[in-house]
């Protein structure tokens, strides 16, 4: 295959790899990937709403209706009937109502909050998935003009050779350097490929976008998803071991019990009323367990709190400072570019006068190709250290 087929070949393949990239902004990619995962936080919710619907219920559980029937008829059959209806429902505690109502709204926030905090966590996950492609998206392009450039280079040794003004090892190092483009070609497609795939995964089939973040969020969550959520499970924790130390045995059970008997044939029907109220006894057995079970979740939920609290603030310092330094490469990488490109027009002067050979012509053509993939890269650097920091401090796209 020649080598401008081979070029237009590889051209196209590049395109139909790209093609995807020109469509949606991070925002959207983002919406459509919760939208994925929306369910599973819809239902939890909903089960936290249905536990704190439960908390506002007249009665701690639901009540219970007893039927039962007592005779004589296995031995002697005298006559001795009974029917009894018992209809018993269990009581609130004093004050466990409100015990029960406030552990179930601090869930309730916590349910919310981790909610927040899931799609904090996925907007980290798509950020990074997102700067992969375009990296190596860049890179493949890059590996791409290399070899266009090696191609190119080992023409012109070809034609040298065959004049008789180098000798076959310059096309032998040219066809090497050729090869060894070639190779690094095909391996920057196949990892472009990858990220393509994991962002369209992790993005539920959303296009890959090209548009940097905005330099400012349009707008900051009042607290910190992360130190919200922590926040709030603390909280329920709270509430979680006063339910412990405030609920210190079962609810209460009364009962209303009807009963219809006889004692013989001959006696008639008399109806009965029975009201109970059956009180348990609480004990350590029962309370001991519940009491350090929130004890330690209220711990670790506190331990989780102080360090999360460290590690944002280290978080946030770190991507402040590598936002800065991004921003500083990028600007020395342009000036880097502005040189390339001074130089070359020189040397193609040197060129046309015939003082420099074709070679260093391509030689320097490569290098400012090179400068401009690494001054692009700069710049994708620098806005992804960018979203790094926007992730740092709590903004979604």
Not at 43 to 55: G, I, K, P
Not at 102 to 111: F, S
Not at 137 to 144: F, G, I, N, R, S
Not at 188 to 217: D, K, S
Request: proline letters at 4%; aromatic letters at 4%.
């Amino acid at each position: 295959m020649q080598a401008s087929s081979f070029c237009r070949l590889a051209l196209a393949v590049w395109l139909g790899l790209a093609a995807p990239a020109q469509a949606a902004s991070l925002a959207e990619a983002f919406d459509r990937a919760w939208a994925a995962r929306q369910a599973v936080s819809e239902a939890r919710q909903q089960l936290r709403d249905s536990q704190r619907e439960a908390s506002d219920a007249w009665l701690p559980g639901p009540p219970a209706l007893t039927l039962s029937q007592r005779s004589d008829r296995l031995d002697r059959n005298a006559g001795l009937r009974e029917w009894e209806v018992e209809l018993s429902a269990p009581l609130w505690l004093w004050g466990q109502r409100e015990l029960a109502r406030r552990l179930a709204e601090r869930e309730q926030d916590a349910e919310q909050h981790a909610r927040a905090l899931a799609r904090w966590q996925l907007a980290g996950a798509l950020r990074e998935a997102w700067w992969e492609a375009r990296l190596a998206e860049l890179d493949a392009a890059a590996a791409q003009q290399r070899l266009h450039t090696q191609r190119a280079l080992e023409a012109d040794a070809m034609r040298r050779v065959n004049a008789g003004q180098e000798a076959p090892l310059a096309h032998n190092q040219a066809a090497g350097a050729r090869a060894q483009a070639e190779t690094d070609w095909l391996r920057a497609q196949a990892q472009a490929r990858r990220a393509l795939n994991q962002f369209t995964a992790a993005a539920r089939g959303a296009a890959l976008p090209q548009q940097a973040e905005p330099a400012h969020p349009s707008a900051l969550p009042d607290a910190h998803p992360l130190l919200a959520s922590l926040d709030a499970r603390v909280a329920a924790a709270q509430a979680r071991l006063a339910q412990a130390n405030g609920d210190s045995r079962d609810a209460p059970e009364l009962a209303l019990t009807l009963t219809r008997e006889r004692g013989a044939r001959s006696e008639p029907y008399q109806n009965l009323a029975k009201l109970s109220l059956k009180i348990p006894f609480g004990g350590q057995a029962r309370n001991g367990p519940r009491m350090a079970q929130a004890n330690v979740e209220l711990s670790e939920a506190l331990a989780e709190l102080h360090a999360g609290r460290e590690q944002l603030a280290q978080d946030i310092d770190s991507a402040r400072l590598a936002r800065e330094l991004g921003q500083q490469q990028a600007r020395a990488q342009a000036e880097a570019l502005q040189l390339a490109e001074q130089r070359l027009g020189w040397i193609q002067r040197a060129v046309r006068a015939g003082q420099l050979s074709a070679p260093e012509q391509w030689r320097a053509q490569s290098e400012l190709h090179e400068a401009r993939s690494q001054a692009q890269r700069a710049q994708l650097e620098a806005g992804r250290a960018h979203s790094r920091y926007l992730q740092a401090i709590g903004a979604l796209p």
